[in-house]
């Protein structure tokens, strides 16, 4: 039968009033069009009705009760019930055990029953006819199933993609010009009521994906529960993807490349914001990604191995946060048998730049070229700095030379390096001798075992005193820097690290001679000059009592060698006032002097005396002292004697100085003694290369008109030879008070209308032809407190 014709009978049937026990009429037709042109003729019979959603879906996404539709109520009501094809054709496998549609399609009624139950379909036939469904069964009904298509229908091609509630965020994100997005099994119920032609794709998000099964062919059901079997199906290259290798956050980057049907290749690059994949560049970048971003790097490895090193740890890496560790220590056991790795891997770790665990540090402790250690090793993070510096020190041990000439030590730790350099400065080869033999032993942490040769002929009176340096280096425009335990050990350090600051230029550099003992006390000689000055403490705190919370010798040596960047942080800080900065120290400080104190029987300290600094001196009042070769004596102003050891000897005196445990080396560091490295200390002149601006303030920004006049005094930060001074149309008279030219007083006449009130003034200051902004100036009146009150 055609459909004209299945109308015309189902009409003259409602003409006729001709009752059914079966209320069920099913219409099959071929193809979207034919079903929607069948919809719109069914609606032609008199009073016939749609079944409204709300009648068979209690929520949005529930299976359709069509078991409602066998109440009573319905026994005489003609209806259209649509969107059955759909149903049967995502839930056929559950329709098997459920029956839901079954019960309906089989319900009988009573015979005097008018109503029928229309279901247009299309493009379901093998569903209708599939015998696990029974719908074909009752030969009773045979008569009431209607198959309208032919030959002649267009062919209908159709997907329609199934998927999980988790995409219902992606709504907006799913939609485009060729399908067409349902939430829900009601919305997509109410869809089928009055369809369109112009769609051949659906999604229908839905939370009832088990009862469903994908299907091939030209009417297409591909059921996806999760994101990830969206971004396989979808996205070129990605049926390799499992959710080993891809887990949730490498899901949510990928998305939104699967919904563009993008490449899989091009995808992780998008994500990782790289052109190509060039594994230091991504190790570069490791520390700043996330993990998504990190698991879809692995990914990429993955995928595309090769025989490198890197690959072989990602072979055997079962997540991201593993690789690193991979990294940093599987080299130490492949070296030897893949040798053409460890460049590779030292490049890894370098771009990676992170911080090594003790693991690493203890594999690599077993690799006995120190020079060879250098390779994995860049300096970049405290506690390769700490390694550095204890193996440095260990190698000095086994061979000094050839430490200290290894030019590696520069790249890897280029401060440590600039501590070792030699220094032109000292007045013989003993000297310099004397000081690579300190720093040698201070960094090794080992004792000298014959005093005698190590102290020979050491001339400490060939240096000049530090005043003297001082005296010579002032200028009207100087500060002095005073660092507390700024040692002459320090001297190629410290110029090192003012040599990199573009600002300034070194005009001097000297040694000199501190004052006896090598106390602060005995050289707070700030408080003795009329020059400014400023001073920093640190490496002195450092030296007394190490890194907070840290007691290894060797973090104590890594954070003063950092000591010196902040000393470059002052002296910027300096210039801004002054043109000329003059580093010195107060003192220098010992490490061995600390080490023998606990090595060392102290000697009895002499009668009567009073011993200091963990017995590097004792003090007497007016006793007579005889010093032996190893001692000096000192006396000051007040006619104190100080006895004090030029070697390390001590006197007996309790207390903690540095330990004496050799391979737990804790800080430590003395000073009161007379020996170079705390005697000796840098001068260096360090100059701005910017000529200082010219700037002024008031003495005092307050004053009183005495005797008629006003006489501030007026202070420049450099000497200047001439001043002119005017308030208002009232001309000063400028005069020099001090010899250099940087202190003025200028003299105002008093204005007899103002003479007995407050004014503020902002005059105007011309100095060497330049106009120097001042402060504003108070002038109040000679008697009371201005403005008439007496």
């Known amino acids: 039968m055609t459909v004209d014709q299945v109308i015309d009978t189902l009409k003259l049937e409602k003409q006729q009033r001709v009752p059914s026990r079966f209320p069920c009429r099913a219409i099959m037709v071929g193809n979207i069009a034919e079903y929607c042109d069948l919809l719109e003729k069914l609606k032609t019979i008199p009073n016939v009705e749609v079944v409204p959603s709300d009648v068979l879906f209690s929520s949005a996404d529930v299976l359709p009760a069509y078991d409602s539709l066998m109440d009573s109520q319905y026994k005489d009501k003609w209806l259209i019930l649509p969107g059955v094809s759909e149903y049967?054709?995502?839930?056929?496998?559950?329709?098997?055990?459920?029956?839901?549609?079954?019960?309906l399609w089989r319900y009988m009624g009573y015979g005097s029953d008018l109503g029928r139950i229309i279901i247009p379909l299309w493009g379901c036939r093998a569903q209708w006819h599939d015998k696990d469904l029974h719908l074909d069964g009752d030969e009773r009904q045979k008569d009431f199933f209607f198959d309208c298509t032919t030959d002649i229908s267009d062919p209908q091609t159709l997907k329609i993609l199934v998927l999980s509630k988790q995409f219902d965020k992606y709504q907006n994100t799913l939609v485009n010009a060729a399908n067409k997005v349902f939430s829900g099994i009601r919305s997509w119920y109410e869809y089928w009521s009055n369809p369109s032609v112009q769609y051949s794709e659906y999604v229908l998000i839905t939370g009832r994906l088990r009862d469903m099964q994908s299907t091939a062919g030209d009417i297409s059901v591909h059921v996806l529960p999760d994101t990830l079997s969206f971004i396989r199906a979808y996205l070129q290259?990605?049926?390799?993807?499992?959710?080993?290798?891809?887990?949730?956050?490498?899901?949510?980057?990928?998305?939104?490349?699967?919904?563009?049907?993008?490449?899989?290749?091009?995808?992780?690059?998008?994500?990782?914001?790289?052109?190509?994949?060039?594994?230091?560049?991504?190790?570069?970048?490791?520390?700043t990604m996330n993990n998504g971003q990190k698991q879809l790097a692995m990914l990429w490895m993955q995928l595309h191995q090769q025989d490198d090193y890197l690959s072989y740890c990602v072979r055997k890496t079962k997540n991201a946060n593993d690789l690193i560790d991979n990294i940093y220590h599987d080299i130490f056991s492949l070296r030897l048998r893949h040798p053409e790795w460890e460049k590779e891997s030292q490049e890894l770790m370098s771009a990676l730049n992170l911080s090594k665990d003790p693991a690493f540090f203890k594999a690599l402790d077993e690799i006995p070229?120190?020079?060879?250690?250098?390779?994995?090793?860049?300096?970049?993070?405290?506690?390769?700095?700490?390694?550095?510096?204890?193996?440095?020190?260990?190698?000095?041990?086994?061979?000094?030379?050839?430490?200290?000439?290894?030019?590696?030590?520069?790249?890897?730790?280029?401060?440590?390096?600039?501590?070792?350099?030699?220094?032109?400065?000292?007045?013989?080869?003993?000297?310099?001798?004397?000081?690579?033999?300190?720093?040698?032993?201070?960094?090794?942490?080992?004792?000298?075992?014959?005093?005698d040769i190590y102290f020979s002929n050491f001339d400490i009176n060939s240096y000049p005193y530090r005043y003297t340096l001082l005296s010579d280096s002032i200028t009207t425009d100087s500060v002095i820097l005073w660092i507390d335990a700024l040692g002459?050990?320090?001297?190629?350090?410290?110029c090192w690290t003012l040599q990199k600051d573009n600002n300034g230029q070194i005009k001097s550099v000297a040694l000199a001679q501190s004052c006896l003992p090598t106390e602060t006390e005995y050289n707070d000689q700030w408080n003795k000059m009329d020059t400014p000055h400023d001073k920093l403490d640190k490496l002195d705190k450092l030296a007394h009592h190490g890194v907070i919370d840290d007691p290894s010798y060797y973090a104590c040596i890594q954070e003063q060698f950092a000591f010196f960047s902040k000393v470059v942080d002052k002296v910027e800080e300096l210039f801004q006032k002054y043109h000329r900065v003059i580093i010195t120290?107060?003192?220098?400080?010992?490490?061995?002097?600390?080490?023998?104190?606990?090595?060392?029987?102290?000697?009895?300290?002499p009668a009567s005396s009073q011993v200091c600094s963990h017995g590097r001196f004792c003090i007497f009042n007016g006793a007579k002292i005889i010093a032996s070769s190893n001692q000096v004596v000192a006396k000051d102003s007040d006619g104190n004697q100080y006895l004090i050891f030029k070697n390390y000897d001590h006197f007996k005196q309790s207390g903690f100085a540095a330990g004496g445990d050799d391979e737990?080396?804790?800080?430590?560091?003395?000073?009161?003694?007379?020996?170079?490295?705390?005697?000796?200390?840098?001068?260096?002149?360090?100059?701005?290369?910017?000529?200082?601006?010219?700037?002024?303030?008031?003495?005092?920004?307050?004053?009183?008109?005495?005797?008629?006049?006003?006489?501030?005094?007026?202070?420049?930060?450099?000497?200047?030879?001439?001043?002119?001074?005017?308030?208002?149309?009232?001309?000063?008279?400028?005069?020099?008070?001090?010899?250099?030219?940087?202190?003025?007083?200028?003299?105002?006449?008093?204005?007899?209308?103002?003479?007995?009130?407050?004014?503020?003034?902002?005059?105007?200051?011309i100095a060497d032809g330049k106009v120097v902004h001042v402060p504003s100036l108070e002038i109040k009146p000679a008697l009371g407190g201005g403005d008439f009150d007496l």
């Not at 390779?375 to 390694?387: D, S």
């Not at 032993?441 to 080992?446: D, V």
């Not at 430590?668 to 601006?693: M, N, Q, R």
């Open 369 to 451: 070229d120190y020079k060879l250690r250098l390779c994995y090793l860049t300096g970049n993070t405290q506690a390769e700095r700490i390694y550095l510096i204890h193996m440095i020190g260990e190698w000095l041990r086994m061979d000094a030379q050839q430490a200290l000439s290894c030019s590696e030590v520069q790249s890897a730790y280029p401060e440590l390096y600039a501590y070792l350099q030699h220094t032109e400065l000292f007045k013989d080869s003993d000297s310099e001798r004397y000081f690579d033999s300190y720093k040698s032993y201070k960094l090794s942490n080992r004792l000298p075992q014959d005093e």
């Open 88 to 103: 049967l054709r995502l839930f056929s496998r559950g329709e098997t055990q459920r029956q839901r549609f079954t019960k």
């Open 664 to 765: 737990n080396a804790q800080y430590g560091e003395l000073h009161g003694g007379a020996s170079p490295e705390e005697l000796l200390v840098p001068v260096v002149v360090f100059d701005s290369i910017h000529e200082l601006p010219l700037t002024a303030t008031w003495k005092k920004d307050s004053i009183k008109f005495s005797m008629k006049k006003a006489k501030p005094v007026i202070l420049f930060n450099k000497p200047v030879q001439n001043v002119q001074a005017s308030l208002g149309s009232v001309d000063g008279i400028c005069t020099p008070i001090d010899t250099v030219g940087k202190e003025w007083m200028i003299v105002f006449s008093e204005n007899k209308a103002e003479a007995t009130k407050n004014f503020k003034y902002d005059p105007i200051i």
């Open 237 to 287: 290259g990605g049926e390799v993807l499992t959710s080993e290798n891809c887990p949730d956050e490498s899901v949510n980057l990928l998305f939104p490349y699967a919904l563009q049907k993008g490449n899989l290749d091009e995808a992780i690059l998008n994500c990782l914001n790289l052109v190509h994949f060039q594994n230091t560049d991504v190790m570069g970048k490791w520390a």
């Open 585 to 605: 120290g107060d003192h220098g400080s010992s490490r061995l002097a600390a080490r023998f104190f606990h090595a060392r029987e102290g000697h009895p300290a």
């Open 488 to 494: 002459a050990e320090w001297l190629s350090l410290l």
